[in-house]
Every structure is written in structure tokens, then in C-alpha cells.
């Protein structure tokens, strides 16, 4: 997720127990090949690159496939290219979603990326334009007969954004039509519905925002299973201010300073959806322009006895 899932993210995570596989924030193909200032940082794959997948977002063929073979030599675990960013920015420009538009154009993206790509190779998407099942099929079919290994359904519309309830049933269905896996994301809010649509019709779990809000979701889904085979472990009871203070310096530690604030107000945007008077709050840091800033305002909430 753009700004938010980076190396400082992955490493909070990592201190719960991290989850099976993380995706990158989308990297700009063109970027990357012309070498930006910042592209280091988008593929630092720390601290876990065997379990990183690089997302790739682009909408020029020759781009995409060329920042493929780049990311390719690097350590991971695969190559993503987004076919679901509804951002209009992106979709003006013929990336994210826009490729849903065409069969053909995107079947012909994979054929020319896949060659390039030694790992495994997965495409995120949602429903697409219309409310069309039939047409959703017949454009996954050609990413999988291309070369595509697993596809990742946001079940929603394009033009929805995050309107209406992601339409979970599409994920079971879809994966009926195709011989390749299918991950399933959206609206998952805590640890009891991981566990819940893991054991539903799809190969694999995605959670966006509900881990910014609970980087500790995944360990609890694991306690929530392990109760369910027998096992007494207690779940760690996780500590919110302590948390915020670590992303900090997680932070400060691994991304660079033009990053800190656009990356601090990201995170306690979700963040601060634990605590009672978190919108409060989230307009204190909104107003800092420096990481001690956000770190002195977060203090002053705990102290001054807000929870
Ligand atoms: C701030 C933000 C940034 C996002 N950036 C990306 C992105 O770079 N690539 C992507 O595939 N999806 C991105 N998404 C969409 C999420 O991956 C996910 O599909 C969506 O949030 C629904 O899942 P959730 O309900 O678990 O959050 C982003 C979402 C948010 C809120």
C-alpha cells in the first residue's frame, strides 16, 4: 500500500511475528528504470525480502517488463503488477485499473513481463469497470494463460473505491473458473476474519488497512487458530503507545527524512483508530512537521490520561 507498506512497516510487523507475505508499496516502473532518488528506498525488501513481493505499477508494456527483469535479480518473493488502483491519477494515465479495460492489452502485458520474470508472477485487480462476472473471468483466463501464477481479487468496482462491502463471493467463484490460485482481500477488520476467510473458498488472505490499525492482527489470527487445534497460549496483549513510539524509530531508522511525514500520517491515520479520541489526536499530528514532534504530541495523549 502506497506510503504505508515499507521496510519500517514490514520490521513493526516482524516484532509481532510478521505474516506469510507482504506485498511492496506500488513502485513506479518508469521510475525505477530512470533511476530515481527515492527508488532505493521502495526496494528495500528488509527485513524478510524471501517473503516481499515488489508491485509494479505502469502503463507502458515496455516499462513494466523492463523493471520486472530489474526487480527479478533482486531478492524476493515475486513480481505483482497492479491492474486495481482506482486512484484517478493512476487510471488517467493507463495504469492501475485502467488495464482492466482491455483484454488484450493486458494479456498482452503479462506475455511480454513473464519472460522476464524468473519468480512467481501475480496480478492484483478488482471485479472490473462493470458489474460483469462473465467478462472478469474471461480477462483472468488470459492473465493465467499468459503466464500469471496467482491473481489477487479486490472484489469491488473501479469506480467504487471503497463503497459498498468488498464482494467476497466473486473470490470463491472466480476461483472456480481458474486453474491458478486466488487471494481474496478487502474489509477484513480483525484477526477472527482472517482466520474465517482462510478457511472459506480462496487460496490466500490479503489485509490492507485492518493491519495498519493492528500490526499485530496476524499474530492473533495464529493464536485464534492455535486455540481452535488445542493449544492454551495466551495472545500478546499489545501495547498502543509503545507500538506508535517503535514505528517512530522504526521510521527514522529506515526510511529517508523527505518520507518521515507523508509515511507518520499515513500510519496513525489508521493507527489512531484505536484509541477513544483518536481523530482528536490525528489532527495533533497532522500538525507536526517533524518525527520527535509526532513522538512528543503521541506522549502527551498517554500521559495526559486520554485512554
Ligand atoms: C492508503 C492506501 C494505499 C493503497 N495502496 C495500494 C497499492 O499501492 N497497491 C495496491 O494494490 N493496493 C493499494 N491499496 C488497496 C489495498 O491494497 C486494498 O486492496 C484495499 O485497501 C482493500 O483491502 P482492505 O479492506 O484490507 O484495506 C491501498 C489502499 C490504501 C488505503
Redesign the pocket.
Known sequence: ?????HRAFRELLEDFGGCDCY?S??ISAGALLAGGPFEKWYIDAGPKPEKVVF?L?GADIEQISGASAVLDTLECAGI?I?M??SAPLIRKTGAGAAWMASIDRAGELISRVRPAVKRRLSV?LRIGFQDDFEYLVRFCRRLEAEGTDIITL?PRLVTEK?KRL?RWEYVGRLKQELKIPVAG????ADAAQIVQRAAGPCDAV??????VRHPWIFAEARGIEAADSGSTKTRPIPNIEETGVRFLELLAQYQPPEFHFSRAI?FFGFFCDNLKWGNYLKTQINREKTLSGIEQVWRKYFRDGSE
Open positions: 500500500m502506497a506510503e504505508l507498506s506485498f508499496e506500488m508491485q505499477v505483482d497492479n486495481g488502483c492484483k479486490h471503497f468488498a482481500n478487502g474489509d477484513i490479503m489485509v490492507g488497512r485492518a493491519a499515513r
